[in-house]
C-alpha cells in the first residue's frame, strides 16, 4: 500500500520535532555540565545577599573543573561522570567571590557561601569581628532588621557592611556578638583549601563548625554564583504559579552578584 505525500509531509514534520527536541535537550546537557548550571536557595545562611526562594546560575568555568564539576542532580549524577582528582584549567577563587561547592563531610550535598580565607591564612572570630591574619575586618553598621524570616520565626539583628582587604564589600546580618562561634579558635587555612561563610553570620554552617563543614577542598569547588534570574517569596512553592503575581520578587531578576 502506498503513502500518500500528506503522511509522508507529516511523518516528516514529526521527526523534524523530534530532532530539535533531541539537540535541545542535548545543548541544555551540554551547558549544565560544562558552563552554567542553575541552583536554587533553600537556607538563610546567605541572607540578605541571597534569599530563600532565589534562582540563581553558578559559572562551572570560573575555576576550572573538577569531579564535581560534571554533575547534575536533574540528570542523577551526584558524584561526576568523570571520576578523577584534581582540577583542570584551575584557577583560584578570590576573597568575597560567592561559591557553589560540595559539602567535605557529605559529597553528595551542595552549599553556597562566600570565600573568606585562602590558603596559608589565619581566621578569627573575637566579639563577632572578622579577624584575616591577625587584622580586624572593617564592619560598618547600616541598619536594625526586624522581620519574619522564611520558616515564620521573627528574627531581629543588625545589618553591617563588611569590607575585606583587598576592597570587596558585602552586607552581613547579625544576630548577636556574643557565643562560641562569635567568639573562635585561629582557623589556619590548609594548602589547597579554602574557608568559607554564611552572609548571615548566627545562622550559618560553615568553616567555623569543623565537624560539620571545615575548610573545603579546592576538588569540591562546582562554581561561582554570577547572577539572579529568578526569584519568588520562599514560603510559596514555585509550581503554584497562579501565586506569581503576588509572590515574584522582580527586583531581584538578574541581579547580578
Not at 6 to 26: F, P
Not at 56 to 79: E, I, M, N, P, Q
Request: glycine share 10%; charged share 25%; proline share 5%.
Amino acid at each position: 500500500m502506498s503513502v500518500s505525500s500528506d503522511e509522508q509531509k507529516n511523518e516528516g514534520g514529526i521527526w523534524e520535532i523530534i530532532s530539535i527536541v533531541v539537540q535541545a535537550l542535548a545543548l541544555a546537557i551540554v551547558v549544565q555540565l560544562f558552563l552554567f548550571q542553575p541552583f536554587n536557595i533553600p537556607s538563610g545562611s546567605m541572607e540578605h545577599t541571597l534569599r530563600v526562594g532565589d534562582y540563581l546560575f553558578v559559572s562551572k568555568f570560573s575555576y576550572g573543573y573538577s569531579r564535581y564539576s560534571f554533575t547534575s542532580h536533574f540528570l542523577g549524577v551526584d558524584r561526576g561522570i568523570i571520576p578523577f582528582s584534581g582540577r583542570i584549567f584551575g584557577s583560584e577563587p578570590k576573597p568575597g567571590d560567592i561559591v557553589v561547592f560540595r559539602k567535605p563531610t557529605d559529597d553528595a550535598v551542595d552549599f553556597i557561601k562566600r570565600v573568606i580565607g585562602l590558603p596559608g591564612d589565619k581566621i578569627q572570630m573575637k566579639q563577632g569581628i572578622l579577624y584575616i591574619n591577625g587584622v580586624g575586618v572593617k564592619r560598618e553598621f547600616e541598619k536594625d532588621y526586624d522581620e519574619v524570616d522564611y520558616t515564620g520565626r521573627e528574627v531581629k539583628g543588625k545589618q553591617y557592611l563588611e569590607t575585606l582587604p583587598d576592597g570587596v564589600s558585602y552586607h552581613v546580618l547579625k544576630q548577636t556578638d556574643d557565643g562560641p562561634y562569635n567568639n573562635t579558635q585561629v582557623y589556619e587555612v590548609p594548602p589547597g583549601h579554602y574557608f568559607m561563610m554564611g552572609d548571615n553570620r548566627d545562622n550559618s554552617a560553615d568553616s567555623r563548625f569543623l565537624n560539620e563543614v571545615g575548610f573545603v577542598p579546592a576538588d569540591n569547588l562546582i562554581g561561582r554564583a554570577r547572577i539572579i534570574f529568578f526569584s519568588h517569596a520562599g514560603d510559596t512553592p514555585v509550581w503554584e504559579f497562579w501565586n506569581w503575581p503576588w509572590t515574584l520578587r522582580f527586583s531581584r531578576f538578574f541581579k547580578l552578584l
